[in-house]
Structures are given as C-alpha cells and as structure tokens.
C-alpha cells in the first residue's frame, strides 16, 4: 500500500472512544445508503471490548434498525449467554437496546457442535442472500477487527483456512486459544462493499504497520486480507503518535 492510499485509508482518532465512536456512525451512514439502494442492508460485525463500547455508542444514536440484517465475522463455540460469545455481547450493547426483531439477527449457534454450527451457519447466509450453489455473498458492511498478532475474524497466523475463497464459513480448532470457533472465510471478507476495521491499544502498533506498510504475506498478517479497501479506525497508541 502506497503512503498516499495509507493515509486516505487510516483514520487516526485521539483516543479508543473517538475511535469507536467515527466507526460506528460511518456504519451508520453506510448500513442507510445500502438500505436506500437495495431495500435492506447486511452487515457482519465482529466481538471484542472495542467494539462494544462502538455497539453501546450505535445503540444509544436515533437510527431506524428496519431491514438491517446482522450477522457475525465469527464466534467461539460457546452457549449464546457464556461471557465469551461475541453474539451475547453484542445482544446486551446493542440488540437489546433497540429492540431488534429476532428475525433479523442471524447469529452463529455456538452451543452447537463446530461442524454444524458452521453448516448451520453457511445455510442461513444461503439463504438469507438467496445464494446460488458456490455462489458468496456480498456484506454491505463488515465491521473487522485485529489482534495484536494480526488475526482477523478467527484467521490466525498460518490458518489453512486463509487460502480459502470458495467456501462461506468454517469451523477451525485455534491452538493458541484451545478453542473451536466459527469463522467467515477471507473470500466473502473480500467481496464485502465496505470494510471497517476498528483497532485501538498500543499493542497492536506493530501489527498494524505490518499490516498496512509491509509485503503482503497474508499467512503471517491476516489482517491484510481486503486491506487495499478496508478503511482502518485507530486511535493514537495504536498509530504510535
């Protein structure tokens, strides 16, 4: 990525809030305009302390939530009301906050076994997008975010599932966490119309220059997957200014 694309695609915040807060009004924007165009919008979001306090601040905006479908960039295989389910964060900062109706939540069913909560998974997206067989769906919005190891979603460093561009979603066993999760694969993060990427905290500083200035190694920084249009959300410690 050149310096001129970094800066038009890095937007610097002074603290984690500020940064919080300029993302979720720009998904705001967004998830509104695709709603205009197409009569609904999509959008994946993603779980962390981060984009809680970005789910508090949405939730607390006058937004009209009608025809926005939510879905999730990838969950632990836990209960929906364990303290580690992405989808159980997200329900108490911002689904139950605006009162969505269940019909639009499209969470991935983590108390299931991995292998059919991913097929579970991969069949509601089918059909909420109306997918043809091998087709991939088109996310209005992904909201994405890293780790200081440069993971996204759940694609660690040297994750076989990196390479993946024909299938939706999977399950994978994460060693570093001792966990099974559910993930979207990097071909529908690709495609997604708008990504956001939402990452604060001086421990990711290195991984974010990694990320952004240096070669594309994909298996060692995940977090370049779609990084020549994602749009990065930081605050100060995480720019190193």
């Known amino acids: 990525m050149s310096p001129r694309e970094q800066n038009k695609r890095l937007l610097v915040f002074d603290d984690a809030r500020a940064a919080c807060e300029a993302c979720g009004a720009r998904t705001l924007e ?7 165009v197409r009569g609904r919008a999509l959008l994946a979001v993603s779980g962390g302390s981060t984009p809680r306090v970005m789910f508090e601040w949405m939730a607390a905006q006058h937004f009209d939530w009608k025809a ?3 879905f999730w960039v990838d969950e632990r295989c836990v209960a929906p009301d364990d303290a580690q389910s992405n989808y159980g964060m997200t329900k108490k900062a911002l689904l139950d906050p605006i009162h969505t109706d269940s019909r639009q939540i499209h969470r991935i069913q983590g108390e299931l ?6 097929a579970h998974y991969r069949e509601e997206i089918s059909k909420v997008f109306d997918l043809a067989l091998g087709e991939l769906p088109v996310f209005d919005v992904i909201q994405r975010g890293m780790g200081a190891d440069a993971h996204t979603a ?3 460093p040297g994750s076989p599932l990196i390479e993946d561009r024909h299938h939706i979603a999977s399950e994978m066993w994460v060693e570093k966490m001792k966990q099974d999760r559910v993930t979207l694969l990097p071909g529908v993060l690709e495609k997604a119309r708008h990504t956001l990427c939402l ?3 001086v421990e990711k500083k290195q991984a974010l220059q990694d990320v952004l200035t240096g070669p594309e ?3 060692k920084f995940p977090a370049q997957i779609g990084r020549a249009s994602a749009i990065w959300y930081i ?5 190193g200014s």
Do not use: H, W, Y
Not at 235 to 239: F, I, L, T
């Open 30 to 36: 967004l998830l509104d305009e695709a709603r205009t």
């Open 68 to 70: 926005i479908e939510i």
């Open 113 to 118: 076994p991995p292998v059919k909560a991913a």
């Open 154 to 156: 759940s694609l660690f």
């Open 199 to 201: 990452t604060a905290g």
């Open 217 to 219: 190694d994909l298996q």
């Open 235 to 239: 605050d100060r410690a995480a720019n």
